[in-house]
């Protein structure tokens, strides 16, 4: 599909591409999402330029996603297109900049772009220029990465409290059977727990890449526009821009410090939990050890064992293997062991 954005106008979206023609002279913004051969093609021979293929997009080199050809930019960057915790995407997104007009090719629609639709509806008259409806997409991208960024720092909060508390409760607890089921269900929890790390982790990995994509971008773009006066507006405000982007990758690497952090804090949790239930293991089995010899002993079929035929043979052997339990017991509390 195909959206023209003509200045002071709404937008408009041609279904026909035979239509294109009519409207591409006027409009200052040309948006491309997941275009037909036809479409490109119209395009293509109405603007005297060639539109980038999907594949082309997806390059990893510098010298791929950013150059120039004549007096067109071609700008490719990533762009975050879901946000959400659970399954985090991202998607190359390419500006093609030219003197009076932009056009946008993307193959997804980040949220970024809807917020900007928004906000040049609501006022038709601003946004004139083709170097003003890029550095207001860019505004609007950045502002989302940020609100990500936040958006996660909440939530590794969350999960260190959820952490550190379930420690603290955990080290209350006696060392009843009932407890060691808990301590189960706990340890369970600290799995999911793992799991939203590793997707907040993900998702701060996928902010980072957009970040340092769009560095890249807007560092090209003041290179080769300096010597532009069309330009000059674009130049000092992606000039602030550029801090912005500074500030947020400084950001987006104290989250990432802060994930290993409570990554390695769960996993001493985990391992802090096993060791508290190898301890318990570790006790009953010395406990019951006496008593389990006492009774191997007298579980011999010898002839000549003399408490065989002892009258109180019996209650004495149960007799002892009860205090054979009770005083490792007791040898432990008073060792501060238990």
């Given amino acids: 599909m195909i959206t023209f954005y003509i200045p002071g106008e709404p937008a408009l979206e041609l279904a026909d591409p035979a239509q294109c023609p009519e409207f591409t002279r006027r409009a200052v913004w040309i948006d491309l999402c997941e275009p037909t051969p ?10 005297g330029l060639d ?4 594949e082309e997009m997806q390059a990893i080199e510098l010298s791929s996603r950013l150059y120039k050809e004549g007096n067109v930019l071609y700008l490719t960057a990533t762009v975050l297109v879901k946000a959400q915790i659970e399954r985090p995407e991202s998607a190359a997104v390419t500006f093609i900049l030219m003197p009076e007009q932009l056009v946008t090719l993307r193959y997804e629609t980040p949220m970024a772009f809807q917020a900007f639709r928004a906000r040049r509806e609501a006022n038709l008259q601003s946004y004139r220029t083709s170097y003003d409806i890029l550095a207001g997409l860019i505004d609007a991208i950045i502002e989302r ?43 369970r929890d600290f799995l999911e727990v793992l799991r939203r790390i590793g997707l907040n982790s993900d998702l701060v990995s996928r902010a980072r890449e957009s970040l340092v994509s769009f560095t890249r971008l807007v560092a090209f773009f003041r290179e080769t526009q300096k010597d532009t006066p069309a330009a000059t507006e674009a130049l000092a405000h992606l000039k602030t821009v550029a801090t912005d982007l500074n500030s947020l990758s400084d950001h987006a690497t104290f989250l990432a410090g802060k994930v290993n952090f409570v990554l390695d804090a769960t996993l001493g949790m985990i391992n802090n939990e096993q060791n508290r239930i190898v301890k318990i293991v570790s006790i009953a089995a010395v406990v019951f050890l006496p008593p389990t010899l006492v009774a191997s002993i007298y579980g011999m079929n010898f002839e000549l064992m003399p408490e ?31």
């Fill in 145 to 187: 990465i940020a609100d990500i960024l936040e958006g996660v720092g909440a939530h590794l909060d969350q999960i260190s409290l959820e952490v550190f508390n379930a420690d603290r409760t955990s080290a209350t607890t006696t060392e009843s059977s009932v407890r060691v089921q808990a301590r189960k269900i706990a340890q």
């Fill in 51 to 54: 539109i980038p293929t999907r």
């Fill in 38 to 47: 036809e479409e490109e093609q119209v395009l293509e021979a109405a603007l």
């Fill in 308 to 338: 065989l035929k002892w009258v109180a043979g019996y209650p004495f052997a149960i007799v002892l293997m009860v205090i054979s339990a009770v005083l490792p017991y007791v040898w432990f509390k008073r060792k501060g062991w238990l």
